[in-house]
């Protein structure tokens, strides 16, 4: 097969990949218990469905402009001076077939061949594969043993002439941890005095725990937004249970704005018009869903670490958001790869291997899906590593 280097360098998305391995086996009747889900089981909120409803029986759903509808902006500029602080004009958003796209879109319009794009681990699965697919070179830091965060000075270790961008993603899939206002104050000093971009990935900023609240990079920028390096994504996909809508968006200066619209319009037109009418009811109703689905996480979360504190040799750092817990295994069995396999093989339960995230010896496990898959889960695992 003729394919491109590029193509076959890259590697498959693992939690898709399980997805659909999970449904497969639920298709066969198998009594599986999905640990590995990265989406809500709670319904949209109503004004999604009204607005996207409202657009289709009109009868007319078009392209859109590029980098998205001007009601779309206006809830999403509204949303990001609620929740960060800064309020960004039109020519500051792009809007994109969800955060995964809003974060591609940023890669190929700032990395240049060979470039350096710095990202913590435990890191998001796409993070080294979307770098490798704008010509990048992913550069991994590691915390250190027992630790799930890294320091600002262990990036700035790692930063070098060819250093284009930094990835955060806070609070953090897979680990659950929230950065302190103190690293994020840091590191945007850091990218401001060097000039490199602040991508922040602010996809689980909504779902926060303990009355903690994610600190936005925009906070402890000394820049107007258009002269600021710091580019924020999000998304409806989590906040709001609307994964399926693929809406994310971007907030970023001008500039980088034009390039990343300059992409999208080569590569998709515009998001679908359905998905933008559905997000921004959603964004301008959904207010009380978000809280009550934040909430009836923070309660799932405390199921998840009471199931796993019976796990005897189990290190857990208790998850402050998100709705993953990124346990340590270790003292059972280090290849997580092949302890994922066990589970699956031997318990019918499905783990992320944290070797997928860039730290061995950990799994990823959802408490996203019913508090009762969460305990039967557990106790099956609990079964097996005895
Ligand atoms: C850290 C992180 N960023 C981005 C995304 C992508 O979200 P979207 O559905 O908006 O593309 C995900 C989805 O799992 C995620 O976990």
């Not at 097969?1 to 890259?10: D, P, W």
């Not at 602040?198 to 107007?224: C, E, H, Q, T």
Request: overall charge positive.
């Amino acid at each position: 097969m003729n394919l491109s280097r590029l193509a076959l360098s890259l590697g498959q998305s693992a939690t898709l990949k399980l997805n659909e391995l999970a449904n497969n086996l639920r298709a066969e009747g198998k009594p599986v218990i999905h640990l590995g889900g990265g989406e809500p089981e709670e319904r949209i909120p109503g004004g999604a469905a009204a607005e996207s409803r409202r657009l289709l029986d009109g009868g007319f759903v078009r392209y859109t402009p590029v980098s998205g509808t001007a009601p779309l902006k206006k809830e999403i500029a509204a949303y990001t001076s609620r929740h960060y602080g800064v309020e960004p004009g039109p020519k500051n958003i792009v809007v994109a077939s969800g955060a995964k796209q809003a974060i591609y879109n940023f890669l190929v319009s700032v990395v240049d061949p060979g470039d350096q794009v710095v990202f913590p681990a435990p890191y998001w699965v796409s993070y080294p594969e979307m770098v490798r697919l704008a010509y990048g070179m992913p550069v991994v830091v590691r915390p250190r043993e027992g630790r799930l965060t890294v320091s600002a000075g262990d990036i700035e270790a790692h930063i070098t002439s060819r250093t284009k961008a930094i990835l955060l993603n806070s609070p953090n899939n897979p680990s659950g941890q929230v950065y302190s206002e103190d690293f994020i104050r840091e590191m945007v000093e850091i990218c401001e005095h060097r000039n490199i971009y602040l991508l922040m990935d602010d996809i689980y900023n909504s779902l926060v725990f303990d009355g903690l609240k994610a600190p936005s990079a925009f906070n402890f920028s000394k820049r107007p937004l258009n002269d600021s390096p710091i580019v924020s994504v999000n998304g409806v996909s989590k906040t709001f249970s609307m994964t399926g809508f693929r809406i994310g968006w971007s907030v970023a200066n001008e500039a980088v704005t034009q390039a990343m619209t300059k992409v999208q319009a080569q590569v998709s037109s515009c998001p679908s018009a359905l998905s933008q009418a559905a997000a921004a009811g959603a964004l301008r109703e959904g207010d009380g869903f978000a809280e009550a689905l934040r909430a009836g996480l923070e309660k799932k979360r405390d199921v998840m670490a009471a199931e796993l504190s019976k796990l005897g040799k189990v290190k857990l750092h208790k998850p402050q958001g998100t709705f993953y817990s990124f346990p340590d295994f270790s003292a059972y069995e280090k290849d997580s790869a092949k302890l994922a396999a066990r589970l699956l093989a031997e318990a019918m339960v499905v783990t992320v291997p944290g070797a997928e995230f860039g730290l061995e010896g950990h799994l990823r496990l959802s408490y996203c899906g019913s508090a009762a898959d969460i305990v039967e889960g557990v106790a099956r695992i609990r079964k097996v590593l005895k």
